[in-house]
């Protein structure tokens, strides 16, 4: 069975730093791109970074570039989204999706109507 598993939400102060996992289950990181969203309370889901299938090569949305790292771990399956230097506009559920189908293989050419396998979320509420 296909799944995808996040954790490591979690109240954090503004500029500290957390860690979300999202294992694989039923398929490998070299089949699919994996990608991190996040949705805030009133508003759209969005991209914040996306990691193609095959290689560490990762792409991000600009409000994150320099403070937001995605990387894999092919032994555990893993694909992490470390956070630093956070804000409170960062708060959200973060989600990571992957496409089953594998239709596209490049983070910077998939469409986000393509990720059809969801996680069940994970909570970052950034406060003091």
């Known amino acids: 069975q296909l799944q995808l598993v996040e954790s490591g939400g979690g109240l954090v102060q503004p500029g500290g730093s957390l860690r979300l996992s999202c294992v694989l289950s039923g398929f490998t990181l070299d089949y699919s791109v994996i990608a991190w969203f996040r949705q805030a309370p009133g508003k759209e889901r969005e991209r914040v970074s996306c990691?193609?299938?095959?290689?560490?090569?990762?792409t991000y949305t600009d409000s994150v570039k320099g403070r937001f790292t995605t990387s894999r771990d092919k032994a555990k399956n893993t694909v992490y989204l470390q956070m630093i230097s956070v804000q409170p506009e960062d708060t959200g559920t973060y989600y990571c999706a992957a496409d089953k189908l594998g239709v596209e293989r490049n983070c910077g050419l998939i469409r986000d109507r393509y990720f059809d396998l969801w996680g069940q979320g994970t909570l970052v509420t950034v406060s003091s």
């Open positions: 990691i193609n299938a095959g290689d560490d090569y990762a």
